[in-house]
């Protein structure tokens, strides 16, 4: 079992600038690819960004591209995603998802999943 806590979330204004963790824990996490995922009210859950085990191959939404970094430090199992130029469409509650397999985040059919953090942009 994987459990999965995101922090980080907030308001922040247009153009601001956020940094969200998700810490994971229960297991060995070797080969484990992790991602985000957000979800605005009234919408439908979004694929945001993915990483693999290694950190070398990441995976981001066109709508994120340019703005939004994600990175991991598996010596803390912690992922992050550092989130710049923030837009009011970026309003939504962000999810942390783990899963052997980075295409199951992206599909948004993860195995683990984090409770979630509320991001909210003001403009």
């Known amino acids: 079992q994987v459990q999965l806590v995101e922090s980080g979330g907030g308001l922040v204004q247009a153009g601001g600038s956020l940094r969200l963790s998700c810490a994971a824990s229960?297991?060995?996490?070797?080969?484990?690819?992790m991602g985000w995922i957000r979800q605005a009210p009234g919408k439908e859950r979004e694929f945001v960004a993915a990483i693999s085990w290694t950190g070398g191959s990441t995976d981001r939404a066109a709508s994120v591209k340019g703005r939004f970094t994600i990175s991991r430090d598996n010596a803390k199992n912690t992922m992050y995603l550092q989130m710049n130029s923030l837009k009011p469409d970026d309003t939504a509650t962000y999810y942390c998802?783990?899963?052997?397999?980075?295409?199951?985040?992206?599909?948004?059919?993860?195995?683990?999943w984090g409770q979630g953090t509320q991001v909210t942009v003001s403009s």
């Open positions: 998802a783990a899963d052997p397999s980075r295409n199951r985040i992206v599909a948004g059919t993860a195995a683990y």
């Open positions: 229960g297991r060995t996490f070797n080969n484990i690819a």
